[in-house]
């Protein structure tokens, strides 16, 4: 069993004690035999309470002041839910977690509102955060005791763009990836994640031979370093987290 989280690409070391809390409560779950899928939404939710996190109530504002989020959930058993463009829910990891069990991938704006109520889920005003710059998505990939590897992400976006904006977070391949063997969770500048769809690429490292360490870099060192990302990846054997800028990141292992 392992798990690997993240606190943001560009976030500082000041907010690693809340990582910290993430991976624990995974890590826990994991041991007492929680699935993988439960164990990385339980350390993104832990991350999405905390408002010093760009996620859940500490979501990013956009150009208009409006709080809209995206997340992800994906298990290497071949489910994936996406959700995007989403307001008033405090832990959209939470809506993804359940279109994941749907016949269908995504689900974006009002109808994700709707289908977050229609499924029990709270609605709450979401302040979001006005800080200037609080890191960017939050992300958790947990292996169980099974060998399923799951990925959930959460973000708020980059502060100042248009509402309605949906960047890498919620784009299989570019945001996240797991496969057999694999799973791969990106943070940063949400257009140059997709635009080189970021995590199918460093997972094809990954079967090339690569360590996890190594694939992480190469992907990583496709681009300049005043372009912000950052990546962790779990494979059958290692965890690892790698970024061209500061990011909190925690790993558990067995
Ligand atoms: N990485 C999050 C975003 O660009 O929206």
Redesign the pocket.
Known sequence: MRIVVHGG?GHTGEVQDGVETAVDIGWKLLGDGADAVSAAVASVVVLEDDSRFNAGTGACLRADGSVQT?AAVACNDGRLGTISVLEDIANPVQVARLVMDEDFDALAGKGALDYARSRGITTTTVIGSEKPWAG??VGAVAQDSSGAIAVASS????RG?LAG?????PHWGG?LWTDAGVGIA??????A?SRRLLCFRVARMMADGLSVQKALEWGIALYPPDIVIGLIALSDTEGAGFSNSSMPWALRQD
């Open positions: 690409a995206d960017d998505t973000t708020g976006g980059i763009r904006r949906v960047g890498d977070t945001g990106a943070t940063g500048v949400g257009e994640i």
